[in-house]
């Protein structure tokens, strides 16, 4: 089976005339675009020649005019998990998605749910929870949201795919 990618820019309209491009991060590490890193698209693998974050701007490896470029324009790039492993650090308590992507949500011993994704709105990410068949069984609600803030968010274990959380059964309950 084929390992699953994540799709973390989209490439925009040309910048100039030697090849530049703009690029729309979909990823919270810019640092992957650094010269000589690969990308797998639709155009097939592109190595990244030049990045410069400050413009929000790309050049790839063989397009180094604005008619070859314009060829790039709306072609998403995706990485898999071992790419983004070596490519992105994480710090103390930062987790990758795919990783929290799973995970059982609970509170005093008692599962509400599992993640099955993770949604960004604003500035926070919330947790889309697929609430445990014995809650639904409840009247409780098939889906809740819940904020990934220190508010609710006690500890990650990934070693168990858990999640302790406090106030998230109330959250539940007033979904």
Sequence with gaps: MAEKRFMIAQ????????????????????????QGARFASSR????VASYNAARGTVRFEGYDSIDKAKALTNVKLYVDEAQTKASCTLEEGEYFWFDIIGCDIVEKNEC???????QRMADVDYLSIETA??????????????PYIER????????????????????????
Excluded: C, M, W
Aim: aromatic share 6%; glycine share 10%.
């Design 11 to 34: 490439i925009g309209r040309t910048v100039g005339l030697r090849g530049d491009l703009k690029l729309h991060l979909h990823t919270d590490f810019p640092e992957q675009f650094k």
């Design 44 to 47: 097939g693998e592109l190595e």
């Design 112 to 118: 509400l749910g599992r993640v099955k994704e993770i």
């Design 133 to 146: 068949s014995s809650l639904r069984a409840e009247g409780l609600p098939k889906r809740f949201l819940l």
């Design 152 to 175: 609710y968010i006690l500890g990650v274990d990934l070693d168990n795919k858990r999640i302790e959380v406090r106030d998230a059964k109330a959250v539940l309950e007033a979904s």
